[in-house]
């Protein structure tokens, strides 16, 4: 099992940045995928960006160059640095892993609100 406890949400104004983090914990050396899902009222999940064990990663079209995705695997942790913020980017954000073994699991979520 993984636990993931997410942090970092808040509002903002629009032009603004936020930092998320999400903190793996339990059996954190099957983890090979980690990513940023988000869900905003009305709308399913979607991907936002996700980083392989390899480095390798994967962004929206809707935050490419604008939000960067890193990792510290020493502390199993994952953030997301979100720039330029606009309203569209308000949602819950998710935080994701996948394991060697197959297994998917999710934070809890972390409200980011972006408004004037």
């Known amino acids: 099992q993984v636990q993931l406890v997410e942090s970092g949400g808040d509002l903002v104004q629009p032009g603004g940045s936020l930092r998320l983090s999400c903190a793996a914990s339990?059996?954190?050396?099957?983890?090979?995928?980690m990513g940023w899902f988000r869900q905003a009222p009305g709308k399913q999940r979607e991907l936002v960006a996700t980083?392989?064990?390899?480095?390798?990663?994967t962004y929206a079209d809707s935050v490419k160059d604008r939000f960067t995705i890193s990792r510290d695997n020493a502390k199993n942790t994952v953030y997301l640095q979100m720039n330029s913020l606009i309203p569209e980017d308000t949602a819950v954000y998710y935080c994701?892993?996948?394991?060697?073994?197959?297994?998917?699991?999710w934070g809890q979520g972390t409200q980011v609100t972006v408004s004037s």
């Open positions: 339990g059996t954190t050396f099957r983890i090979n995928t």
């Open positions: 994701n892993t996948q394991t060697y073994n197959g297994r998917n699991y």
């Open positions: 980083m392989s064990n390899s480095g390798s990663t």
